[in-house]
């Protein structure tokens, strides 16, 4: 649970900010002033620190200024509040290293303020962290902030091994020091990480340095870190820095994932779930690419519903579209891996056969054909017509396409209900 050092030497005052605290199920200690904020702060264990300006022995930033001196609240955001807002008096308290002010009359921004921090505070991140760092001590101290983040932390001595684990493992965040145990240093993690194939080059690393080595932290930069905590590591530091990186991450994986999504939709008929027109265009080059390399038989199967508009017209939109959704999964199961099956419009289906002799496809079309008439789909009769047409050498896809067509036309014209190939044609 997080806690609050609240330091005002009016009792009522303290009431009314305890209040804020205590709505965000922060627990909360008082004192009267700041030699008694002094001695509480001494014991440790606050996660923010709230004062006034007036506190009777002290003014705020002098208190401030002592706790500083004394390092008794390091990392721990320090908030004072004034009853009168006065520029100078504020930017002293700032200079002094205070966190926020915030006027007594404008209690909703420091509600606000309080607010983003619990949340922040509170934020449970998940997922194992890569530690390469060399000395135990710093180690210890780095693992035990990010568990208590929610993080699980694989720890390694060396560069060499930790690179040898990042093919194999699921890591959401790198954390490594510039000098290691071993030949090779932080540097060569971070070029490991960002050579590793796909998304995994994405991972976001986070460098500890030495804040004395400007030129250094430059180079990791430049290498490919995303950020870096200065030695020694301040555990608010680390825990803030890790936060923004994962939040990052967890927005570009968002992003990603939505980007997906967009382009599968983009690709799918929302009705049947088959693929569609975009798809079939998108597909083709490959496939017509792979029956000439090959040398295999492609062949092109237009599939129309036959008289749909008078299913619309006697049954209702609603029940077509039952009929679409049937049809649909029944060319989906007689489908194999191999062929590409899409709605093309409206009652019209398309499939590519690649592999199957001319012969093999118009049986495989004359099964279907058979299959939809006889299964009554939505418990409606429907018959479907089938018009086949196989790639000839040097033919383009729209030569193929309206072969195929014409022989759906074909198919229509001698009664529906049947399969004609175009090579039957002429
Ligand atoms: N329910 C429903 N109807 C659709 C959909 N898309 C197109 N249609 C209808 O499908 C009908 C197709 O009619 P036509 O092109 O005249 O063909 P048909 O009635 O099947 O006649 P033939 O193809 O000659 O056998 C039209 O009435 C369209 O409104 C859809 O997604 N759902």
């Known amino acids: 649970m997080l806690k609050a050092l609240l330091i005002d030497p009016s009792r009522f005052q303290r009431s009314v900010i305890e209040s804020i605290f205590r709505r965000r199920d922060v ?21 923010i620190l709230c004062f ?11 208190f401030y200024r002592e706790v500083r001196r004394r390092r008794l609240a390091e990392g721990v955001p320090a908030l004072m509040l004034a009853a009168t807002p006065d520029k100078r008096v504020f930017d002293d308290a700032i200079a002094a290293g205070v966190t926020e002010c915030f006027p007594k009359a404008r209690l909703d921004e420091l509600e606000q303020y309080i ?12 997922g194992r962290v890569l530690l390469v760092e060399d000395s135990d001590t710093a180690a ?46 932080g540097l060569s993690v971070i070029r490991a990480v960002r050579a590793l194939p796909g998304r995994k080059a994405e991972l976001p690393i986070l460098a500890l340095s030495a804040l004395d080595n400007v030129a250094r932290r430059v180079e990791i930069l430049r290498a490919g870190a995303n950020d870096f905590v200065t030695k020694p590591v301040v555990a608010e530091e680390l825990a803030a820095r890790l936060g923004n990186l994962l939040t990052l991450r967890m927005l570009f994986e968002q992003l990603a994932a939505q980007h997906e999504l967009v382009k599968e939709m983009a690709v799918r008929d929302a009705l049947t779930s088959l693929h569609n027109r975009h798809h079939l265009m998108a597909e083709m080059p490959r496939l017509l690419l792979a029956a000439r390399e090959n040398e295999q038989p492609l062949t ?38 191999e062929q590409l099956l ?29 299959r939809i008439a006889s299964a009554y789909p939505a418990g409606i009769e429907v018959t479907a017509s089938f018009g086949l047409a196989t790639l000839r050498p040097g033919e383009t896809f729209d030569q193929l396409f309206s ?24």
Not at 317 to 325: A, P
Not at 362 to 370: H, I, Q, S, V, W
Not at 410 to 418: H, L, P, Q, T, V
Request: with cysteine.
């Open 403 to 426: 072969r195929a067509d014409e022989a759906l036309y074909e198919a229509k014209r001698s009664g529906r209900n049947c399969v004609v190939s175009a090579d039957s044609l002429f």
């Open 52 to 62: 006034s300006l007036e506190l009777g022995d002290m003014r705020g930033p002098e």
């Open 342 to 370: 899409v709605r093309y419009g409206g009652e019209e289906f398309v499939c590519v056969l690649l592999g199957a002799t001319p012969a093999q496809a118009e049986d495989d079309a004359d099964r279907l054909r058979e």
């Open 300 to 337: 092109l199967v237009v599939i129309d519903v036959d008289h749909f508009k008078r299913i619309n017209d006697h049954h209702g939109h609603t029940r077509g579209d039952e009929v679409l959704v049937a049809v649909a999964r029944l060319l989906a199961e007689a489908a194999s891996d």
């Open 27 to 47: 627990e909360v200690d008082m004192a009267d002033g700041a030699v008694a904020g002094l001695q509480a702060l001494a014991q440790g264990g606050y996660n």
């Open 115 to 126: 607010g983003q921090w619990e949340r922040r505070s509170n934020r449970r991140l998940s």
């Open 140 to 185: 210890q101290f780095c693992s035990e902030v990010m568990e208590r983040l929610g993080l699980e932390v694989s720890r390694y001595r060396t560069a060499e091994e930790a690179i040898a684990t990042l093919p194999h493992e699921d890591y959401r965040i790198v954390v490594t020091d510039f000098v290691l145990e071993g030949l090779q240093t």
